[in-house]
């Protein structure tokens, strides 16, 4: 069963840098032919695709947020990381992480809420 688990900060100030961690078990994140996603929930809006790292290490951005985004990940800890520049209160969210296949997205994480104030 794969499970994955993010991590990080709950509360970010204005123009900081945000940072989380998705840590995968049960799977590995090189194995083909997964994606790796980023997507978050603001207040009153819907889910917001932000970018995902693939099987081989490719990433794709969110054209939106490519910008001020950064994802990465770690093979030898079997994590993967979201970093968000400039935040400002507007990326107040839950970020969730996420494995998709095809186009199914078939392994969440259970979200993390994520505050930007000062």
């Known amino acids: 069963q794969v499970q994955l688990q993010e991590s990080g900060p709950g509360l970010v100030k204005p123009s900081q840098t945000l940072s989380l961690t998705c840590t995968v078990s049960g799977g590995s994140i090189t194995t083909s032919y997964y994606y790796w996603t980023w997507i978050r929930q603001t207040p009153g809006k819907g889910l917001e695709w932000m970018g995902a790292?693939?099987?081989?290490?490719?990433?794709y951005y969110n054209p939106s947020l490519m910008s001020r985004t950064s994802i990465s990940r770690d093979t030898s800890k079997n994590q993967f990381t979201l970093q968000l520049s400039s935040v400002t209160p507007e990326d107040t969210a839950v970020y969730y992480c996420a494995r998709r296949e095809y186009s199914d997205y078939d392994y969440w994480g259970q979200g993390t809420q994520v505050t930007v104030s000062s």
């Open positions: 790292i693939a099987y081989n290490g490719i990433t």
